[in-house]
Nanobody, 123 residues
């Protein structure tokens, strides 16, 4: 079992920036992914960025070039969000996928989830 706690959400104007953090109590030694997902009201949860334990990253087209996923040398995951738009308004979740050779943004592959942090972007 992996416990994940997100933080850093808030309200920001269009064009602004936020950095989300996700603290994991532990992560596997190898072959795992850390990811960020979001769910807007009335919409399905979608994957937006993932980071493999070997350093490979993958981004959804909607955030490519604006968002950056990274981690520290322990078990904290970050999502730097620049150029925020009203469409980015959502609850943001972090997740862990174990036993992963590569990362997918499809929800069904992910094993552990945080409770989310709200991001609201006003135009």
């Amino acid at each position: 079992q992996v416990q994940l706690v997100e933080s850093g959400g808030g309200s920001v104007q269009s064009g602004g920036s936020l950095r989300l953090s996700c603290a994991a109590d532990r992560v596997p030694r190898k072959d795992y992914c850390l990811g960020w997902f979001r769910q807007a009201p009335g919409k399905e949860r979608e994957g937006i960025a993932a980071l493999h334990s070997d350093g490979e990253t993958v981004y959804a087209d909607a955030v490519k070039g604006r968002f950056t996923i990274s981690r520290d040398d322990k078990s904290t995951l970050y999502l730097q969000m620049n150029g925020l738009k009203a469409d980015d308004t959502a609850m943001y979740y972090c997740a862990v996928e174990t036993g992963a050779w590569s990362c997918s943004l499809r929800l069904r592959y992910w094993d552990y989830w945080g409770r989310g942090t709200q991001v609201t972007v006003s135009s």
